[in-house]
């Protein structure tokens, strides 16, 4: 298990946020079925705006996650266009549809239906569609940039393979969950899902909790001599510069032999001309050109997120 040790940056609130709402939203829709005398737009408000930071702020948990470990901007830039104009285009025609809906069914009692309001069940099935191609997108990217981070810490085969089965076993849950819902909505079981996709998104939460603890195992894997790197500026705690490949920080440095290259024996000098493991990986790694540049960041610089690994 880990701790967050500050109360800051885009991941901790953006965990928060969509905590807290998953509340407002079940509060609003307690309120509008449960509590008849209730104001109806006081349900509305809350369940609406409920649903908007829980969906748009479960993405944001997923790309403030992807942030830490791929290195590309341009990409992380076109993933974060996506995340708001998805919840603009979407977020602004449900919320305007649902609200306007709820007043002409309460302030006009067997009113019929304006044409605009008919476009509800069509949207709903669009969006639920949309936002969840979106987190699954997300999702592998993370896994894609996981696994060529622990390829580029040269991690022992055993181990990335049972950290990805790890990872890619979250996900599948969560496409699982996903189609549940969306069969729910296309099966138009409209009571049912209102009431299960808070419950949804609460157990996609608490996965990830356990990919944050797969991520500060990732941040720790390594063979030895290849040490991981916790400083912001890509330096060890002793102060040594990094290496490069391909123009990117790869997070060691190779280390001398703990034993002399020349040792003397009975007057004569006898020179270690064998080469330790570390100069061997050191001298093929510089033969690796420029255009096999790993996007991956060099080291996880977890204090971003305040989070302390257990010991």
Not at 109 to 133: D, K, M, Y
Not at 233 to 253: A, I, V
Not at 256 to 277: A, C, H, V, W, Y
Request: with cysteine; hydrophobic share 45%; net charge positive.
């Amino acid at each position: 298990m880990v701790t967050l040790k500050h109360r800051r940056g885009l991941y901790f609130w953006s965990i928060i946020v969509t905590s807290w709402c998953l509340c407002i939203r079940a509060l609003g829709y307690m309120l509008t079925f449960l509590v008849p005398n209730s104001p109806w737009y006081l349900g509305t408000i809350l369940a609406q705006a409920g649903w908007v930071a829980m969906v748009s702020g479960f993405s944001t948990v997923l790309y403030s996650r992807l942030n830490l470990i791929m290195e590309n901007q341009t990409t992380r830039r076109r993933i974060l266009i996506m995340i708001v104009l998805n919840g603009l285009v979407f977020h602004t025609a449900m919320v305007t549809i649902s609200v306007g809906s709820a007043a002409v069914r309460n302030t006009k009692p067997g009113h019929p239906q304006p044409a605009w309001g008919r476009a509800n069940t069509p949207l709903e099935r669009i969006q639920i569609i949309v936002f969840s191609g979106q987190e699954c997108l997300l999702s592998f990217f993370y896994v894609r940039a996981a696994y060529q981070y622990l390829r580029s810490r040269f991690v022992q085969r055993g181990k990335i393979r049972k950290t990805m089965c790890l990872l890619l076993g979250v996900q599948v849950i969560i496409i699982i969950v996903d189609i549940a819902l969306i069969a729910v909505d296309f099966a138009d079981l409209l009571m049912l899902k209102l009431f299960i996709h808070s419950f949804i998104y609460s157990v996609k939460l608490e996965l990830e909790f356990v990919v944050l603890n797969q991520l500060v195992e990732l941040s720790q894997m390594g063979v030895p001599g290849l040490p991981s790197f916790s400083n912001s500026d890509g330096t060890t705690p002793g102060g040594e510069s990094t290496r490069h490949l391909g123009g990117k920080m790869l997070d060691w440095t190779p280390t001398q032999s703990p034993r002399p290259e020349s040792l003397t024996f009975g007057g004569r000098d006898s020179t270690n001309k064998r080469p330790t493991m570390i100069q061997r990986t050191s001298s093929t790694l510089e033969q690796i050109p420029e255009s096999r540049a790993i996007d991956v960041k060099s080291f996880l610089d977890l204090d971003k997120i305040g989070v302390i690994p257990s010991t």
